[in-house]
């Protein structure tokens, strides 16, 4: 699922849609879920985190600390380009997350990093799936 910032009328629907998909993976068997939101602001970072203390499972955040002109030579390269507008916008509401607004972690991935770790603090899992594979690790150490 995805939404577009001036896409306004369906913001709603696919964030109520992600929801309802991770309280339901979330359950019983406890899957692990990724939400991939820019999320700048405390105040829509909190919709996750109490979602995560009412079902009774950690909320890490992984923090893509990227300079501003890379975000913008990154999407000029994309095929769905965001508005520069939008990008300047997000990038003067940032509030840098932090563990006090309730995550277990917060990792923060900076645009030089070829690996990334576990995402919980003192040993926690694995992320396999943020490993880059081999071609990835070699254009970044280049």
Request: charged content about 30%.
């Given at each position: 699922?995805?939404?577009?910032?001036?896409?306004?009328?369906?913001?709603?629907?696919?964030?109520?849609?992600?929801?309802?998909?991770?309280?339901?993976?979330a359950?019983?068997?406890?899957?692990?879920?990724?939400?991939?939101?820019?999320?700048?602001?405390?105040?829509?970072?909190?919709?996750?985190?109490?979602?995560?203390?009412?079902?009774?499972v950690?909320?890490?955040?992984?923090?893509?600390?990227?300079?501003?002109?890379?975000?913008h030579?990154?999407?000029?390269?994309?095929?769905?380009?965001?508005?520069?507008?939008?990008?300047?916008?997000?990038?003067?509401?940032?509030?840098?997350?932090?563990?006090?607004?309730g995550?277990?972690?917060?990792?923060?991935?900076?645009?030089?990093?070829?690996?990334?770790?576990?995402?919980?603090?003192?040993?926690?899992?694995?992320?396999?799936?943020?490993?880059?594979?081999?071609?990835?690790?070699?254009?970044?150490?280049?």
């Amino acid at each position: 699922m995805t939404g577009r910032d001036h896409w306004v009328a369906a913001e709603e629907a696919v964030w109520s849609a992600v929801k309802t998909a991770a309280r339901v993976l979330a359950g019983p068997q406890k899957h692990d879920i990724l939400i991939d939101s820019t999320a700048v602001s405390i105040g829509q970072r909190a919709q996750w985190i109490r979602m995560g203390s009412e079902l009774k499972v950690p909320v890490h955040c992984l923090y893509f600390d990227v300079p501003l002109e890379v975000c913008h030579e990154r999407n000029r390269a994309r095929k769905r380009v965001v508005p520069e507008e939008v990008l300047n916008r997000q990038a003067e509401a940032l509030e840098i997350p932090t563990k006090d607004e309730g995550f277990a972690s917060v990792r923060t991935i900076n645009e030089n990093q070829a690996t990334r770790t576990s995402i919980g603090e003192g040993g926690g899992q694995k992320c396999e799936k943020c490993e880059p594979d081999d071609n990835q690790q070699q254009k970044a150490r280049n």
